[in-house]
RNA sequence: GGGGACGUGGUCUAGGCUGGACUAGGACACCGGAUUGUCACUCCGGAGACCGCGGGUUCGAAUCCCGUCGUCCCCGCCA
């Protein structure tokens, strides 16, 4: 018997026999006719019911109906199918539904708890099943381009080694060989560089990983990267054009937007020094600016002696700001406070100018500073002043907090750049540490500032930001063994210690390695910006709450007694 | 590890600050009845909650206090 699609059916179809299956959606009983909205996943068609066949229907039951498809009296234009009705000849219940705990044709959401207890029913939600089928549709776009390309999908090992660094590792206790342990992988990130050394020119792989951390409303425990990699790449210029086609064509055949080409490229140092953050919201301005050389030796002591000591005075226009009080202007400062600064200066423009400093600062040198920061009449401007990063660190967040408070943030624009060369290393608890991963190739250029000034030493690494968010991050890798080992010990992992985590990879790179780079994104945020939602729970099919469980399986469980012993576990009290 | 918000019939919530007529109110769902053109159908009637759990304060606790569990958000953490 074949089926035909509830959602599809227009005024064409008048006259036509059909049989639908689907979940009953609502009924409509007013007794010698009842309504019945039919639900598939192509959408709804109304369906009628005359009274002696009144089967009794309640939401969520599975039916199959034969009938005829005719146009209505009182077309629907709210509903695609909304010109035609199905009038039911012989109706079956497949399956029955009990109430539910769970509305799926109500508007409302119930707690998150009650969402993900009774999963297959809030998927059903029409809601839920475009976000399936978007982030469907991102997957499917991502392949069609990348194969296009000529890359290939290779898929690498879920049970693999530990290599602990960064993330806590997911441990997997083997039964073959006692008191060792697979861990499920971070990321991909050595195997796709033995991949590119394998000679496969062209990685890629839409892969789930696995980091045990602490979750928020962008992260699980378990999510899904596009991981990708090329051979023969030596700087990152070479490999923006074919990753911007790739984010282009997934806006173009998911959502229809066109994406304007190529990015911008905003220097990392820039990006903090304008927005105060290493992935600036762009889809607005309110940039901040350095008006260090106004206090240099000036009318106010307490900037003066911050610019004297090597610090700077940072200013933020905040559109429109003028409008705060001094009980909101002392929340800022106490966020500001909350960073480390001593505290936060500012100044409101508009017919009369005022200020925090307007004891010790002239009105003229006032207005200058304001129109310094680009500000406009009913403006305020914030001015942080300390350690340079540490004042545009604190702007940022302000700037932030702010254009969203004041609703400045428009909500159809992607905000797109690439954020480009970052430092190879930053400052941590009494050693250095990478920036972003120790395989990262540093700048050519710096590669002389590496023993003495390692800091200053700049990374072919590259994150693409979107609306303030990290979408993906990547780099150019190291492909020698010399260098890669140089940098291991730089940070303060030694030869023996290289050898015994990392040996696999470095012999690899003894035999021909290709130089190489690539990139992961971050699928699920990519996919939940998209669809315009605020959790990545929203676009995975059964994710975990925030304490890493989950309601439906009520994972993670406690195991038998057999189990551990196989694995010659024993559990402390 | 730390901070915050929330937890009331199946679902969403009012009440909580200011304890007493709260015998816990409403909407949706559910059950029964009416209803031949609805589309969030409508109308009438009904059942369903010891207010997450435990303890304390009080003559009296949904309400105040402590603990605990759960959910969410944030900081730390996430190379």
């Known amino acids: 018997m074949r089926r035909d699609t509830c959602g599809e059916l227009r005024r064409e179809a008048a006259g036509r026999k059909v049989v639908l299956a689907g979940w009953v959606h609502r009924v409509r009983d007013l007794g010698g006719v009842t309504f019945v909205d039919l639900r598939d996943a192509s959408g709804i068609v109304q369906l009628v019911l005359r009274d002696a066949q009144s089967a009794h229907l309640a939401r969520e039951d599975v039916i199959r109906i034969a009938g005829a498809v005719r146009l209505r009296e009182a077309p629907n234009p709210a509903l695609p199918t909304g010109e035609i009705e199905v009038e039911i000849e012989t109706i079956e219940v497949l399956s029955h539904a009990k109430p539910l705990p769970l509305g799926v044709a109500e508007e409302g959401t119930p707690s998150e708890e009650t969402r993900l207890r009774y999963r297959y029913l809030d998927l059903r939600r029409p809601r839920m099943q475009r976000n399936l089928r978007l982030r469907h549709r991102t997957a499917l776009a991502i392949r069609q381009y990348l194969d296009g390309e000529g890359f290939t999908e290779v898929e690498t090992p879920m049970l693999t080694r530990s290599t602990p660094e960064g993330a806590r590792d997911f441990l997997v206790p083997s039964r073959l060989a006692r008191g060792t342990f697979y861990a499920l992988p971070q990321s991909p990130q050595l195997f796709k560089q033995i991949l590119v050394t394998s000679g496969v020119e062209r990685y890629f792989q839409i892969v789930r990983c696995f980091r045990d951390e602490d979750l928020r409303a962008d992260r699980q425990p378990e999510f899904t990267q596009l991981d990708l990699e090329m051979a023969f790449l030596e700087e990152p210029e070479q490999l923006f054009p074919l990753l911007e086609g790739l984010v282009a064509h997934v806006f173009r055949k998911t959502i229809g937007v066109e994406i304007a080409l190529p990015l911008p490229r905003l220097p990392h140092a820039e990006a903090i020094a304008r927005y105060g953050s290493d992935k600036p919201d762009l889809r607005f301005g309110m940039e901040i600016a350095d008006v260090s050389e106004t206090f240099a030796g000036g009318p106010f002591r307490v900037f003066a002696d911050v610019v004297a000591g090597g610090g700077a005075v940072?200013?933020?226009?905040?559109?429109?700001?003028a409008t705060k009080s001094r009980g909101e202007l002392a929340k800022l400062e106490s966020v500001a406070k909350g960073h480390g600064l001593p505290g936060l200066a500012w100044i409101k423009?508009?017919?009369?100018?005022?200020?925090?400093?307007?004891?010790?600062?002239?009105?003229?040198?006032?207005?200058?500073?304001?129109?310094?920061?680009?500000?406009?009449?009913?403006?305020?401007?914030?001015?942080?002043?300390?350690?340079?990063?540490?004042?545009?660190?604190?702007?940022?967040?302000?700037?932030?907090?702010?254009?969203?408070?004041?609703?400045?943030?428009?909500?159809?624009?992607?905000?797109?750049?690439?954020?480009?060369?970052f430092?190879?290393?930053?400052?941590?608890?009494?050693?250095?540490?990478?920036?972003?991963?120790?395989?990262?190739?540093?700048?050519?250029?710096?590669?002389?500032?590496?023993?003495?000034?390692?800091?200053?030493?700049?990374?072919?690494?590259?994150?693409?930001?979107?609306?303030?968010?990290?979408?993906?991050?990547?780099?150019?890798?190291?492909?020698?063994?010399?260098?890669?080992?140089?940098?291991?010990?730089?940070?303060?992992?030694?030869?023996?210690?290289?050898?015994?985590?990392?040996?696999?990879?470095?012999?690899?790179?003894?035999?021909?390695?290709?130089?190489?780079?690539?990139?992961?994104?971050?699928?699920?945020?990519?996919?939940?910006?998209?669809?315009?939602?605020?959790?990545?729970?929203?676009?995975?099919?059964?994710?975990?709450?925030?304490?890493?469980?989950?309601?439906?399986?009520?994972?993670?469980?406690?195991?038998?007694?057999g189990q551990l012993k196989e694995l010659g576990l024993r559990l402390e009290p």
């Not at 940072?314 to 700001?321: D, M, N």
């Not at 200020?355 to 401007?381: C, F, I, M, W, Y």
């Open 314 to 321: 940072r200013a933020l226009p905040v559109t429109g700001g």
């Open 349 to 421: 423009t508009g017919e009369e100018i005022t200020s925090s400093l307007g004891k010790h600062v002239p009105s003229e040198t006032l207005s200058a500073l304001a129109a310094r920061a680009g500000a406009q009449n009913g403006d305020l401007v914030l001015l942080a002043a300390g350690k340079p990063d540490i004042a545009s660190t604190t702007l940022g967040d302000l700037r932030l907090r702010l254009a969203d408070e004041l609703g400045l943030i428009p909500q159809d624009r992607w905000g797109l750049a690439w954020i480009v060369d």
């Open 423 to 561: 430092p190879l290393f930053k400052a941590g608890e009494g050693r250095l540490e990478s920036e972003h991963h120790p395989f990262t190739s540093p700048r050519a250029e710096d590669l002389s500032l590496i023993e003495r000034e390692p800091l200053k030493v700049r990374a072919k690494c590259y994150d693409l930001v979107m609306n303030g968010v990290e979408l993906a991050s990547g780099s150019i890798r190291i492909h020698r063994r010399e260098l890669q080992e140089q940098i291991f010990r730089i940070l303060g992992i030694g030869p023996e210690e290289a050898e015994r985590r990392f040996g696999f990879f470095l012999r690899a790179l003894e035999y021909g390695a290709p130089p190489h780079g690539g990139i992961a994104f971050g699928l699920d945020r990519w996919v939940m910006m998209m669809a315009a939602e605020e959790s990545i729970r929203e676009v995975i099919a059964f994710p975990k709450t925030t304490t890493g469980a989950c309601p439906l399986t009520d994972a993670p469980s406690i195991v038998d007694d």
